[in-house]
């Protein structure tokens, strides 16, 4: 899988606040990929037989889809995004600081939902 390309500009952020976007964005990328490496070899340790390796088949297919969904950079929503990231520990609020202090407060806001 491709490594997500942040591309979309943010309409009515600063160029400073945009890098910061795309940093945090990484950063939760790289660890959403850590996690899955993670889970996947505790899963292959365990493989013994065929309907295991289709288990890990399915897995890796909805983690696929699941991945390439959320990790989408888009303008529409990228807050929420921020505060899923935030809520299932793939970011910490204080990697968004630069961000305007009303962004940081709705992420902030809506992470602990």
């Known amino acids: 899988m491709a490594k997500p390309m942040p591309d979309e500009l943010l309409e009515g952020w600063s160029e400073s606040e945009q890098h910061i976007a795309r940093q945090a964005f990484e950063h939760a990328y ?7 490496i993670a889970d996947l070899q505790e899963k292959t340790r365990d493989l013994n037989s065929a309907e295991a390796i289709w288990q890990l088949h399915d897995f890796l297919s909805i983690e696929r889809h699941t991945i390439e969904g959320r990790f989408s950079f888009r ?39």
């Open 30 to 36: 790289q660890r959403t990929i850590e996690r899955l």
């Open 75 to 113: 303008a529409e929503g990228i807050l929420f995004v921020f505060a899923s990231f935030v809520k299932d520990n793939l970011l910490q609020i204080d990697e968004l600081a630069g961000l305007d202090a009303d962004k940081l407060a709705k992420v902030s806001a809506m992470s602990r939902f």
